[in-house]
């Protein structure tokens, strides 16, 4: 049976609680209230002379929306470098030569960015998002269509559309050299959902 080092996953769980918690511009403070513990605990926890008990992990990685395993083991460089075709790519044989490329390689919660590329004359339909969504489009380079509900703007390089996700919305390269856009989504927050169920 494997021995398992407590000096190791201690000192790996004060790293990575310190990375996140610095990479998401939290104080100890704040994060300390927003799991509702003792700002001295995550002190303790962060330069690897605590023991927390398994409430205090759950109570950090929901806090941080990260998973047990990702908050105890052992810490990743700071900086990865991911080859293009290591992110997702969709094509579809209805939009040929249309591609559309997923730009975060780790999930970021409530966020989503894309890069789509249009050839002339192609279209595509976006999905509606939950209430509450906003989406924005940039046009880097080339004529995008952008329809939102029943409303139409034409973008061109460099402008930015801002716009509800909750509505139906599509894309479309009016001009006759491929166009190049980036959707960024920022969905609605978790408890909103809830509020609204209620």
């Not at 996953?9 to 990575?16: E, K």
Request: aromatic share 4%; with cysteine.
């Amino acid at each position: 049976m494997e021995t398992l080092d407590l000096d190791a996953v201690s000192d790996h769980l004060g790293r990575n609680l310190r990375a996140i918690r610095e990479l998401r511009g939290l104080t100890q403070k704040q994060l300390a209230d927003l799991c509702e513990v003792p700002r001295s605990t995550v002190a303790n926890i962060e330069v690897g002379g605590s023991n927390p008990t398994l409430g205090v992990l759950m109570r950090l990685a929901g806090a941080l929306h990260l998973t047990l395993e990702e908050l105890l083991s052992r810490p990743r460089a700071r900086c990865q470098v991911f080859a293009a075709d290591a992110l997702p790519l969709l094509t579809s044989k209805r939009r040929p030569g249309s591609r559309l490329r997923k730009l975060l390689p780790h999930p970021i919660p409530g966020m989503a960015i894309d890069r789509m590329e249009l050839p002339a004359g192609a279209r595509f339909t976006g999905s509606p998002h939950a209430p509450g969504t906003h989406e924005f489009l940039y046009c880097e380079r080339g004529q995008i269509d952008l329809r939102v509900s029943s409303e139409q703007f034409e973008l061109s390089r460099g402008e930015v559309a801002a716009f509800p996700g909750d509505q139906r919305h599509s894309y479309e390269n009016t001009g006759r050299a491929t166009a190049i856009g980036f959707s960024v989504v920022s969905l609605a927050p978790v408890e909103s959902l809830f509020d609204r169920a209620e």
